[in-house]
């Protein structure tokens, strides 16, 4: 069984407190490197590409950079999803590292930066906005710097949109910024109605959506039928060691295995494993989790043989 992309979580620890992601009811933890090492050693002949993703932030890890090192070492490429905050004294090292394939920048988590709770402090002010202008510059000039000089792709994210596909205030300040450093794309609040990402440049792209509701146990029940990229194209290995279907199962609510206690082969061979994988291919969703997912529902339209192939969005 091979899979088209495997999460690592090298770390649950962020440093913002957005509202719309899951709150982790884990113990904060990190990736060392004897454990990350164990990981990219069980995964390696299952994919040729990692996310470093799930929860957490990882241009946080202190061994960010040999965790590159490693996944080179193994002919592994990376991609990364930062919520940016911290870019602008980690792009250099970013530059540098030859596994890094694809970053992926969350432009919507700037308005939590400075919040607590979850709540988004008032930034339309000079001084707070000047802080705005300074996070989307720094990410749109890493982002053509990535990708002209390394010749890899950075995704800037904007996917906090209020219901039918409008954009939130915070969006539409965002949006301004961005159709200055590319004129050709405006005007973006239109095109986001008809299409869910553009190309702003040669390996630069744009992409938005509706904001989604992180699945857990306790969300309203959704279905027992329907199809998912969970198990199928992806599995994500969480910071603890634990097993889960995909990058949306925040607090480890499915869990299929443990990676620090059992080989990944006897995970992803087992029957259990091969079971959930199965009934999606009968359109029947085993886990309970999933049973109360909302976010497979966008995979229902697609068809069969392209479901089939694995193809469609990276996700979240």
Not at 5 to 18: A, G, K, T, W
Not at 44 to 72: A, N
Not at 85 to 102: C, F, G, I, V
Request: net charge neutral; glycine share 6%; charged share 25%.
């Amino acid at each position: 069984m091979r899979f088209k992309r495997i999460y690592i979580e090298i770390s649950n620890i962020c440093n913002l407190n957005c509202p719309f992601c899951v709150k982790s009811s884990r113990p904060p933890r990190s990736m060392n490197e004897e454990e990350f090492r164990h990981v990219v050693r069980e995964v390696k002949p299952f994919t040729d590409y990692v996310y470093f993703h799930v929860k957490g932030e990882p241009l946080m890890h202190p061994l960010l950079g040999k965790f590159f090192d490693i996944c080179e070492e193994n002919d592994l490429q990376v991609n990364l999803t930062t919520n940016g905050s911290l870019l602008a004294r980690k792009q250099d090292l970013l530059m540098q590292k030859n596994a890094l394939r694809q970053i992926n920048i969350s432009l919507h988590s700037f308005p939590f930066r400075n919040g607590s709770n979850g709540e988004a402090p008032e930034f339309y002010n000079e001084l707070d906005l000047a802080g705005l202008e300074s996070y989307v510059q720094t990410a749109i000039s890493f982002a053509r710097r990535f990708a002209r000089e390394r010749k890899r792709f950075a995704v800037l994210r904007l996917w906090a949109l209020g219901k039918g596909k409008k954009p939130d205030e915070a969006a539409v300040r965002i949006m301004e910024m961005i159709e200055e450093a590319y004129p050709e794309a405006a005007p973006l609040e239109e095109k986001m109605l008809h299409r869910p990402s553009m190309c702003l440049e040669k390996g630069v792209f744009l992409s938005w959506e509706e904001e989604f509701t992180w699945p857990t146990l306790k969300s309203p029940y959704v279905s027992d039928t329907g199809i998912c990229y969970g198990t199928r194209s992806m599995v994500a290995v969480l910071c603890d060691g634990t097993v889960v279907p995909c990058c949306l199962d925040a607090n480890g609510e499915a869990p299929l295995g443990n990676i620090f206690e059992d080989s990944f082969d006897s995970i992803v061979g087992g029957d259990y494993f091969r079971r959930i994988s199965k009934n999606f291919d009968n359109r029947h969703v085993t886990l309970p989790l999933c049973r109360h997912c909302t976010y497979r529902l966008r995979f229902d339209k697609l068809a069969g043989a392209a479901f089939q192939e694995g193809g469609g969005p990276e996700g979240p």
